[in-house]
């Protein structure tokens, strides 16, 4: 008997996943250059985070004959954004094949108070994370893979990094507590008791997380993997830079040798201009990405 | 004894976490200077082109084939079959290609077909080995010197062996079944 859509194969390909870069990319053209790069998966948009950011409105799941395109044009596994809630988005999603769901704070979220109930697909999700409770909310709503948000569109890693110590810290914090202090921990996160209890055990999250959200570089990429990330969601980084090709191959190469700094200052040579970035501070709070979502 | 597991991109903390759990001494290769002095090397699963992609930037590549050529055992999964195999249809991802195998990439589909099943092993014994095929290959023809290992119940071709090197489809590191292991340990050992 052979079950598909386990949790085991949707958690299983994430871990796949590992040590990659998964690149978001708005054609086959790109999504070719990514792969070419060595990417380990792309994420398929109409439009890059800065991009985005840039043109307000309502951003919505990309057209599916674009994913389809690119579905074609490369072997690597394709991921595609829903917004936060739009459970019938991820239906048609998951009708068209994609390999894994990003239900991203990126689009404008379709519901305020609830995400998809993630279970009920045979697709697996990604969700993004600025905490320890977060993503096991996410977890435990069915997310195979989590990625910490950091602040999608702005060149810039402090939120990530934000994120990512946010995460681990709150990982070490179970890790020591008491037993007889776990419930109070889980109600303080909003987490899952249940899941609060594997963490204290296993010292680990029970999905694999990538960073996400403002790597433009080389040794950003490093410095997330260094923080104990598992691997690299990069989105306008690459193709908003002067030197897409080189700059994802650079990504590529820092995140695999992350722990050796000879090489992360050898591939950031000669990279051409990073993508223009923002300061957070500068961004009204209303248009902040990583807020969306709960 | 000593493996090393190439750490290049894909899951290789799984293999090592199995390899301790064996108490096995591993070591991560992301370098040439990682492959002195192993006994064997396992490939992970991960992504083909982006392994491929990272072995041939820093010379990993031949390093690695003059190793096997040389008689290094080897145990291939998933992505790492493909990697060993001569052959890989519809692909330019170049291969470590010292394995007398055609391996065919997503061979059963996109991850909506990736699947679990309980496979026969016959030489790790009766009991069925938990198989999980994620966005899995298949072996589509094996050469003369090669022996089968696992079918599945179609008959399609999942786990070979070439003397000491040894190829699957499936995911023994995603499993608490060590079965697998041990036997590519025999073989390193030179007891199978």
Redesign the interface.
């Given at each position: 008997?052979?079950?598909?859509?386990?949790w085991?194969?949707k958690t299983?390909?994430a871990?796949?996943?590992?040590?990659?870069v998964i690149m978001d990319i708005i054609n086959a053209e790109q999504a070719k250059i990514a792969?070419?790069?060595?990417?380990?998966?792309v994420m398929a948009l109409e439009r890059v985070p800065s991009d985005i950011r840039a043109a307000g409105g309502v951003a919505r799941m990309a057209d599916l004959s674009i994913i389809e395109d690119i579905?074609k044009a490369v072997?690597?596994?394709v991921m595609a954004k829903c917004r936060i809630g739009h459970f019938v988005e991820a239906q048609a999603l998951?009708a068209t094949?994609?390999?894994?769901i990003d239900e991203s704070e990126v689009l404008t979220p379709a519901d305020e108070s609830n995400h998809v109930w993630k279970h009920d697909f045979?697709?697996?999700f990604v969700c993004g994370c600025r905490n320890l409770g977060e993503a096991l909310r996410r977890i435990d709503e069915g997310a195979a893979m989590i990625r910490t948000k950091g602040e999608a569109g702005t060149g810039n890693i402090v939120e990530a990094v934000r994120h990512i110590r946010a995460v681990m810290s709150s990982i070490q914090k179970l890790v020591n507590a008491r037993q007889d202090e776990l419930m109070a921990l889980a109600k303080e996160m909003g987490a899952p008791m249940e899941l609060v209890e594997t963490i204290h055990q296993t010292g680990k999250l029970p999905v694999v997380n990538f960073a996400a959200g403002g790597v433009a570089t080389p040794a950003d990429a490093a410095l997330m993997m260094q923080l104990g990330a598992d691997g690299i969601f990069v989105g306008s980084g690459i193709f908003k830079s002067s030197n897409p090709e080189a700059r994802a191959k650079a990504i590529?190469?820092a995140t695999?040798?992350f722990q050796?700094p000879k090489i992360i200052a050898e591939v950031s040579k000669n990279l051409g201009e990073a993508m223009p970035g923002l300061d957070i501070k500068q961004i009204p709070t209303e248009e902040l990405l990583a807020t969306r979502g709960w | 004894m000593k493996i090393g597991v190439l750490a290049s991109q894909g899951a290789f903390a799984e293999h090592i976490a199995t390899l301790h759990r064996l108490e096995v001494d591993t070591t991560p290769v992301r370098l040439t200077r990682h492959l002195t002095s192993l006994d064997g090397l396992i490939i992970p699963g991960g992504e083909s082109t982006s392994i491929s992609k990272l072995m041939l930037g820093y010379d990993l590549m031949d390093e690695i084939r003059n190793l096997a050529k040389n008689g290094l055992p080897i145990l291939g999964t998933c992505a790492g079959m493909i990697l060993l195999a001569k052959k890989i249809p519809d692909s330019d991802t170049e291969p470590i290609g010292v394995m007398g195998i055609t391996a065919r990439r997503n061979a059963f589909g996109r991850q909506k077909d990736s699947f679990e099943t309980d496979l026969s092993i016959p030489v790790l014994g009766e009991k069925p080995f938990p198989g999980i095929f994620i966005r899995a290959p298949l072996i589509e023809q094996v050469n003369d010197g090669v022996e089968i290992l696992a079918r599945l119940a179609d008959y399609t071709i999942v786990a070979a062996r070439q003397e000491k090197l040894v190829a699957a489809a499936f995911h023994p590191e995603l499993t608490d079944d060590m079965r697998f292991h041990r036997y590519f340990l025999d073989i390193v050992t030179g007891d199978r």
């Amino acid at each position: 008997m052979e079950k598909t859509g386990t949790w085991k194969v949707k958690t299983g390909l994430a871990q796949m996943l590992k040590g990659g870069v998964i690149m978001d990319i708005i054609n086959a053209e790109q999504a070719k250059i990514a792969q070419e790069a060595g990417a380990c998966a792309v994420m398929a948009l109409e439009r890059v985070p800065s991009d985005i950011r840039a043109a307000g409105g309502v951003a919505r799941m990309a057209d599916l004959s674009i994913i389809e395109d690119i579905m074609k044009a490369v072997s690597i596994p394709v991921m595609a954004k829903c917004r936060i809630g739009h459970f019938v988005e991820a239906q048609a999603l998951e009708a068209t094949g994609v390999d894994y769901i990003d239900e991203s704070e990126v689009l404008t979220p379709a519901d305020e108070s609830n995400h998809v109930w993630k279970h009920d697909f045979k697709v697996p999700f990604v969700c993004g994370c600025r905490n320890l409770g977060e993503a096991l909310r996410r977890i435990d709503e069915g997310a195979a893979m989590i990625r910490t948000k950091g602040e999608a569109g702005t060149g810039n890693i402090v939120e990530a990094v934000r994120h990512i110590r946010a995460v681990m810290s709150s990982i070490q914090k179970l890790v020591n507590a008491r037993q007889d202090e776990l419930m109070a921990l889980a109600k303080e996160m909003g987490a899952p008791m249940e899941l609060v209890e594997t963490i204290h055990q296993t010292g680990k999250l029970p999905v694999v997380n990538f960073a996400a959200g403002g790597v433009a570089t080389p040794a950003d990429a490093a410095l997330m993997m260094q923080l104990g990330a598992d691997g690299i969601f990069v989105g306008s980084g690459i193709f908003k830079s002067s030197n897409p090709e080189a700059r994802a191959k650079a990504i590529v190469q820092a995140t695999t040798h992350f722990q050796d700094p000879k090489i992360i200052a050898e591939v950031s040579k000669n990279l051409g201009e990073a993508m223009p970035g923002l300061d957070i501070k500068q961004i009204p709070t209303e248009e902040l990405l990583a807020t969306r979502g709960w | 004894m000593k493996i090393g597991v190439l750490a290049s991109q894909g899951a290789f903390a799984e293999h090592i976490a199995t390899l301790h759990r064996l108490e096995v001494d591993t070591t991560p290769v992301r370098l040439t200077r990682h492959l002195t002095s192993l006994d064997g090397l396992i490939i992970p699963g991960g992504e083909s082109t982006s392994i491929s992609k990272l072995m041939l930037g820093y010379d990993l590549m031949d390093e690695i084939r003059n190793l096997a050529k040389n008689g290094l055992p080897i145990l291939g999964t998933c992505a790492g079959m493909i990697l060993l195999a001569k052959k890989i249809p519809d692909s330019d991802t170049e291969p470590i290609g010292v394995m007398g195998i055609t391996a065919r990439r997503n061979a059963f589909g996109r991850q909506k077909d990736s699947f679990e099943t309980d496979l026969s092993i016959p030489v790790l014994g009766e009991k069925p080995f938990p198989g999980i095929f994620i966005r899995a290959p298949l072996i589509e023809q094996v050469n003369d010197g090669v022996e089968i290992l696992a079918r599945l119940a179609d008959y399609t071709i999942v786990a070979a062996r070439q003397e000491k090197l040894v190829a699957a489809a499936f995911h023994p590191e995603l499993t608490d079944d060590m079965r697998f292991h041990r036997y590519f340990l025999d073989i390193v050992t030179g007891d199978r």
